[in-house]
C-alpha cells in the first residue's frame, strides 16, 4: 500500500508568490473584461436609441412626402379636368 502512494500524484498544498500573481491577474483581466462589456453595451444601446430616433423622423417625413404626393396628384387630376382635350387617362405616357 505504502509503494502504491509512493507512484500515485501527490497534491502540493503550498502556494508560492507566483501562483498568487497569476490569481490576481486573472481576476482583474475578467473584471476589465466585464467592465469593457458594459460600456460597449452602453454605447450600442445609444446607438441603437439614436437609430430609432432617426427612424420615427425619417418615418414621419415620409409621410408628410406622402400626403403632399397625393395632394399634388389630386390637384392635377382636378387641373387636367379643366383643361380641354387633356388626357387624365394617362395613356399618353405609354406612347
Request: aromatic letters at 6%.
Amino acid at each position: 500500500m505504502a509503494e502504491e502512494n509512493g507512484k500515485g500524484w501527490r497534491l502540493n498544498r503550498t502556494v508560492n508568490l507566483s501562483v498568487l500573481i497569476q490569481l490576481v491577474f486573472l481576476a482583474s483581466l475578467i473584471v476589465g473584461s466585464w467592465v469593457n462589456l458594459q460600456r460597449q453595451l452602453d454605447l450600442l444601446q445609444r446607438d441603437v436609441t439614436q437609430l430609432i430616433q432617426c427612424q420615427k423622423e425619417f418615418q414621419s417625413k415620409l409621410g408628410t412626402v406622402q400626403e403632399r404626393s397625393i395632394s399634388f396628384e389630386y390637384r392635377l387630376r382636378a387641373i387636367e379636368r379643366q383643361v380641354p382635350g387633356a388626357d387624365i387617362t394617362g395613356s399618353a405616357m405609354s406612347n
